[in-house]
């Protein structure tokens, strides 16, 4: 089956609010994950990834937390901003996540 | 920055006819992919294609599909017979590395059958 999965469909937050993206993932799954963004129209941009030997990892405004006990991945934006609008899936082993729309609202 | 680039940016095509997407991958880059993404739906892993020849395939990529690395640069996915069903956003990839490195992805071919 699919290494990865989907957690909501949408989720919708003020501009300047923190978001929180999640993603189950399968005992199939392999050992490094990445987070990619899609704007309308556009092809999958990388965000940030992570191994499982990690816990957690940042970049700017993002964070990506690794709960390799229940098999779960959160992405974490900090100040959502509306350029951050997009869908963002979970990726492992060649599988994408069904992914979760975010809405900013100003 | 360097870029994955797709070619057409939009094809329409009539049922049964045969089509052919291309993309350049990142010039350094060994390991390439397609992937197609039905509208609404999530991107879809179709094939990946390493030393000449492809790695993995995924159940859509059956007998109508083919790739090929013509030359040092080019990558195409060829469609033999074109079904309603192939219209679909295509995605070209490319990555340095294997299991442990990003993939960078073009804008997409638009794939329109009639």
């Known amino acids: 089956g699919e290494s990865v999965g989907l957690h909501l469909p949408t989720l919708s937050v003020q501009e300047g609010d923190n978001s929180i993206i999640n993603c189950a993932y399968s005992n199939s799954a392999s050992d490094y994950f990445i987070w990619y963004k899609q704007e309308s129209g556009k092809g999958p941009q990388f965000i940030i990834d992570?191994?499982?030997?990690?816990d957690k990892r940042q970049g700017q405004r993002v964070t990506v937390l690794l709960n390799k006990t229940v098999k779960h991945l959160s992405l974490q934006i900090a100040a959502t901003q509306p350029g951050d609008s997009a869908v963002y899936s979970c990726?492992?082993?060649?599988?994408f996540g069904a992914g979760t729309r975010l809405a900013v609202h100003p | 920055e360097p870029e994955v680039t797709q070619t057409p940016s939009h094809q329409v095509t009539q049922m049964g006819q045969e089509v052919i997407l291309r993309c350049v991958p990142i010039?350094?880059?060994?390991?390439f992919y397609w992937y197609r993404q039905i509208l609404g739906q999530k991107v879809e892993f179709l094939v990946s294609?390493?030393?000449?020849?492809?790695?993995?395939k995924s159940e859509i990529f059956d007998d109508q599909f083919s790739v090929e690395r013509p030359d040092g640069s080019n990558f195409t996915l060829k469609i033999r017979s074109t079904k309603l069903e192939d219209s679909a956003m295509y995605f070209c990839a490319s990555q340095t590395g294997g299991a442990v490195a990003e993939a960078f992805f073009g804008q997409g071919t638009r794939l329109t059958v009639v």
């Open positions: 990726y492992n082993k060649l599988i």
């Open positions: 992570i191994r499982s030997n990690m």
């Open positions: 010039s350094n880059h060994l390991y």
């Open positions: 294609f390493y030393n000449n020849e492809i790695s993995e």
